[in-house]
């Protein structure tokens, strides 16, 4: 199996093919790609040389144990780990071909097409409508016929318009956490990003919440790439096309979820996702 | 026996152990189920015919309580990988196991057929009969030891006992069509020689399933497989 790559070509890990039949969705294009980063928190090496492509309009899940890297791999396609002092990268990452960490690549711009979800909601203290209002002001979106527009429909995306439409002025804090958390992935689509990244999003929701999100996240990869970092292997198992399982830092095993919860290629993915570890 | 890892959940251990045993129970089971009835025809012996027709009823109860196992398994730990074919696996070979049993006693129907003719049962019933017992057993062996090799040899066994069963077919119809020919007697022997030829094709299906539950690789057909990825 080959994805398209965009001109980028260094032998990044690319999902195995068989089971999976990625081949029957017709070609692939590469949206986001790693080539041999590492990460370090000061010594040590959170991330060691990871190469992987993530298929466009398709879902990819990060599984491993805690510690292995998958959340700070998820945060480094938009840049969130930045900030972290002590924190050093090496390799590149591109978002088609744009060098994601080049120097003119603009972080505020960036996230804008790549947006994020958390492990807990995270709605601002203000009314539904504020809350996903606030970033389109904040992308330079001023008409308000438009904003209303946009907030509708991303609430509509997301799956809670209908049951907030009649409270929109209501404050946001007053949702429960499957609300609230769809909340975030509507004010994540209302500045209309190209990739959502999802770190952990239903890992604090009762099942009933887990389950809306994971049929919202299902519907949303028609028009979004999605990355989901998650410790819940059948949500893997669940929503995503493709999974790679990280170990201390290292991609061990990247392949189309059937085949990989099915037949795994690799014994370390197979201890782990049979839970024989530890 | 498997040389995998212990789960971290010393009980997910047991519950898939308790699955291995009541198949290798159920199996144990089925051979004797099976021995009785070939003795039965081979010897006429009523009192193997009467072992095999109590057998079954406990061949019926462990394909049950396996079943129920493995739901449960299913249900609780939501297995995948090497877990999920062993179960799914087990779940398919009850049913083979259970159909074997099935036809061992029809077997010892043919054989209480058999009664009160003097025809004798033809020599090549015996060797058909040691080689479906023979594939099965091995089929089993297979499945417990979880050796693909050895399923692998059951399943080229099959091609020589169709070879057999074609034999008996063509050499019991000729004999139909002698002066004085019992042919009562005559087809039901070959009714008997396609029940054992039945067995070793459950024995081949069981060996099938071994290799996917080692490899993940499903043998069982290989045009279906090929059609299924769009050519």
Redesign the interface.
């Known amino acids: 199996m080959s994805l398209a790559t965009n001109g980028i070509d260094f032998g990044a890990a690319v999902p195995r093919a068989e089971g999976g039949?990625p081949?029957?969705r017709g070609p692939e294009r590469t949206h986001l790609a790693a080539q041999g980063v590492t990460v370090r928190y000061g010594r040590n090496a959170a991330i060691k040389g990871v190469s992987l492509k993530v298929p466009e309009h398709r879902v990819t899940a990060l599984i491993g144990p805690s510690g292995c890297g998958k959340s700070t791999f998820l945060r480094l396609f938009n840049r969130m780990n930045d900030g972290i002092e002590g924190i050093s990268i090496e390799g590149r990452v591109f978002l088609y071909d744009q060098d994601i960490y080049a120097r003119d690549t603009d972080a505020v711009a960036l996230r804008r097409r790549v947006g994020m979800v958390f492990q807990r909601s995270t709605p601002f203290p203000k009314s539904i409508y504020e809350n996903v209002a606030y970033g389109l002001r904040i992308a330079g979106v001023r008409d308000r016929s438009e904003i209303a527009r946009r907030i509708e429909e991303s609430l509509v995306g997301a799956g809670l318009w209908d049951e907030v439409k009649d409270r929109m002025h209501d404050s946001a804090m007053g949702l429960s956490g499957g609300q609230a958390q769809r909340l975030c992935i509507a004010r994540a689509m209302a500045i209309r990003p190209e990739i959502i990244l999802m770190d952990e999003p239903a890992s604090a929701l009762d099942p009933i919440a887990t389950a809306r999100i994971e049929d919202l996240i299902s519907s949303l990869k028609s028009r979004y790439t999605i990355v989901i970092v998650t410790h819940n292997?059948?949500q893997a198992?669940r929503v995503s096309d493709y999974t790679a399982f990280f170990y201390m830092g290292e991609l061990v095993e990247f392949a189309p979820t059937q085949a990989l919860?099915?037949?795994?290629g690799e014994s370390r993915?197979?201890?782990y996702?049979?839970?024989?570890?530890? | 026996m498997t040389g995998r890892a212990p789960h971290t959940s010393h009980e997910y251990d047991r519950e898939l152990a308790g699955v291995r045993r009541l198949l290798a129970t159920m199996g144990g089971e089925v051979e004797s189920l099976l021995s009785a009835s070939l003795a039965a025809l081979l010897h006429r012996d009523q009192d193997l015919a009467r072992e095999a027709l109590a057998r079954e009823e406990r061949v019926d109860q462990l394909e049950m309580e396996i079943d129920d196992l493995v739901h449960r398994i299913l249900a609780i730990r939501q297995p995948v990988g090497v877990d999920l074919r062993f179960l799914t696996v087990s779940l398919r070979a009850t049913t083979d196991l259970e159909r074997v049993g099935d036809i061992g006693i029809n077997i010892v129907h043919r054989a209480m057929d058999m009664e009160g003719h003097a025809v004798l049962p033809h020599p090549g019933l015996a060797r058909l009969g040691d080689s479906a017992r023979a594939m099965l057993a091995q089929a089993l062996d297979a499945l417990l030891r979880e050796d693909a090799a050895a399923a692998l040899r059951v399943i080229r066994e099959d091609d020589a006992v169709d070879e057999e069963n074609a034999r008996i077919f063509r050499d019991l119809v000729a004999r139909m069509g002698q002066e004085g020919a019992d042919n009562e007697a005559l087809t039901t022997q070959i009714f008997a020689a396609k029940h054992l030829e039945r067995i070793a094709d459950h024995a081949t299906n069981l060996a099938e399933k071994v290799v996917f539950l080692v490899q993940g690789r499903d043998i069982r057909h290989p045009r279906a497989g090929s059609l299924g990825k769009g050519g």
């Open positions: 039949e081949g029957a292997l059948q198992a919860f099915t037949n795994p993915t197979e201890e996702i049979t839970g024989r570890f530890g």
